[in-house]
């Protein structure tokens, strides 16, 4: 007599499954919870519920089943961009499945609640889930369902991280494989990064006394160098941009902060202008002369 659950289908054990390939598996699987969350979501007469609608259903509630925002991670979760997924919104508001408010404590922000008709889809898919994981569980032990788990997790992670080095892979590719980046001196690090976020860069800190600024491929270094001068500072760095006079524009505005002269036609067929940093540092940036 063995112990656990009651195996709904013994034979799975015996098949040869040691040899298939596991995309095979994976794709005969995966309808499995698609089937069940189709025929439950069929039976309460959701024929206007858009694809991917109960997804943002689940995502627009708090961990708690309350109210809640939308998760930064959900365009990153579905595959799709901000914009769909803010068109997905307006259309699960418009058919009834959520619905705006104010929020009461900040009157510039408007949350998100999911309506009666949204919680039927969710009862719904989780009554399908359940069922499935239901039938999972009588087939296979708990051990080897902890194992499936962490296989997928597993998976998920190497997904993420092929697609991190695919894009950095082709960033180099573009750049010829190899790049200078910079290293520009500073005085204080949280005030180069909130300078340099100003001009329209993304600032990270390596530690306190290190950091670094990127913006369209460019990366430069920010070192903090307490006794530098920025009246001695030479270092320099070329920004290409799409458009020298609109950043020109940009980074002339009151309380950016340093220097920015105006842009120039060069005789090498560019418009270029520069920007000094309060550290001294100078930023050259150009683009194509138009005809």
């Known amino acids: 007599m063995t112990n656990g659950p009651p195996r709904a289908n013994a034979d799975v054990d015996a098949e040869p499954f040691d040899d298939t390939p596991i995309p095979t598996l994976m794709r005969g699987a995966r309808g499995a919870y698609a089937q069940a969350i189709r025929a439950e979501l069929e039976a309460i007469g959701t024929e206007d519920l858009p694809r991917n609608g109960a997804f943002v259903l689940f995502g627009t509630l708090a961990a708690d089943g309350s109210p809640g925002e939308r998760g930064p991670s959900l365009p990153a979760q579905l595959g799709i961009s901000k914009q769909a997924v803010s068109q997905l919104v307006e259309t699960l508001v418009r058919r009834g499945y959520l619905v705006r408010s104010e929020d009461p404590d900040d009157g510039r922000r408007v949350a998100l609640d999911v309506t009666e008709r949204g919680r039927e889809v969710i009862d719904a898919v989780v009554r399908a889930v359940d069922s499935v994981d239901g039938e999972l569980a009588a087939t296979v032990s708990a051990s080897e369902l902890v194992a499936f788990r962490k296989t997928l997790a597993a998976l998920t992670q190497i997904k993420a991280e092929r697609i991190v080095r695919g894009a950095s892979k082709r960033r180099t590719q573009r750049r010829g494989g190899a790049r200078f980046e910079p290293i520009f001196p500073v005085r204080d690090l949280a005030a180069a990064q909130a300078h340099y976020g100003r001009l329209g860069f993304k600032t990270n800190s390596f530690d306190d006394g290190y950091g670094f600024a990127n913006r369209g491929g460019v990366s430069i270094h ?3 160098r307490p006794d ?14 799409d458009d020298a006079d609109a950043v020109q524009a940009a980074w002339s505005q009151p309380g950016v902060g340093g220097l920015t002269r105006p842009v120039e036609e060069t005789p090498w067929g560019m418009r270029e202008g520069s920007h000094t940093d309060p550290d001294g540092n100078l930023i050259r940036f150009g683009s194509p002369r138009h005809p």
Not at 228 to 241: D, F, G, K
């Open 228 to 241: 530098h001068q920025a009246e001695s500072n030479r270092t320099a760095a070329y920004l290409q941009v």
């Open 222 to 224: 920010l070192a903090v």
